[in-house]
């Protein structure tokens, strides 16, 4: 029998229970369920949470932030696959799990963090687990990030009372943006498709996120 490695095959067994269970709890798009069961989450947390990160639950990971609960990552990479995008904003890199997710189900994820030492944090572990298709800019993301304008996507990974104009405007015809609106303590997670004449919205289940900061949010 081969030697135990340690981590690496308690998380590959535990990621393979998060994956059975988001299923259970209804996520259906097997590319989706696929990048969970191979992203080590346990990498994207401090160590001392390591043994927690294949729980389905959001975790802290330092300023007063959260790494998303996997059910809403994988609910909201789902909602965004269904208009197959290939270049995609992300608002809130965080831990950088949402964007590593998205990276394998996209051609190119921009980020934006306006924290500066997550960003940098994100940017470490995206070098480490090769990641190449990732873009992380610390900056206040509720101005969208013009320079690589229209996303054929956007996921906005914290809450706020309202869609910034900037991303709506920054959003492709034909482009999806997801997104947690509400007040402080409770959201509802949204969604607005583009098309050639108005926005389309869907409002999804009830969710809990840490507030968009900054000036257009
Ligand atoms: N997607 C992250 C979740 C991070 S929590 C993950 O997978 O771990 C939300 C993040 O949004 C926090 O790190 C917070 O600092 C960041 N944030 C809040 N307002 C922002 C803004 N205006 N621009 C960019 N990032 C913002």
Redesign the pocket.
């Known amino acids: 029998m081969m030697k135990s490695q340690g981590i690496g095959m308690t998380s590959q067994r535990t990621r393979d229970r998060l994956v059975e269970r988001l299923r259970n709890e209804g996520i259906r798009n097997p590319a989706v369920l696929a990048a969970i069961g191979s992203t080590p989450r346990h990498l ?1 947390v401090d160590e001392a949470l390591a043994s927690r990160a294949y729980e389905d639950t959001a975790l802290p ?1 330092g ?6 609960q996997p059910y809403i ?1 994988a609910r909201m990479t789902e909602l965004l696959l269904e208009v197959e995008p290939s270049k995609v904003l ?12 998205l990276a394998k189900l996209v051609d190119k994820v921009y ?5 500066e030492a ?1 960003a940098s944090q ?1 940017r470490q572990r995206f070098r480490k687990l090769a990641y190449r298709n990732i873009r992380v800019q610390h ?5 969208g990030w013009p320079q690589f304008a229209p996303f054929d996507a956007i ?1 906005v ?2 809450g706020g009372e309202d869609i ?1 104009r900037a991303l709506l405007e920054q959003l492709a015809v034909g482009g999806r943006l997801v997104m947690p609106l509400g007040n402080r303590t409770q959201q509802t997670l949204v969604s607005v498709t583009r098309t050639p004449t108005v926005y389309e919205r869907v409002d999804f289940e009830p969710v809990v ?9």
Do not use: K, M
Not at 209 to 214: E, H, K, M
């Open positions: 994207f990971i300023l007063g932030q959260t790494i998303s990552v992300e608002v809130g890199t965080g831990s950088g799990y949402q964007a590593a997710i980020s934006t963090e306006r924290l997550l994100a900056s206040d993301g509720s101005w996921i990974t914290a910034p996120f840490v507030p968009l900061l900054g000036g257009a949010g």
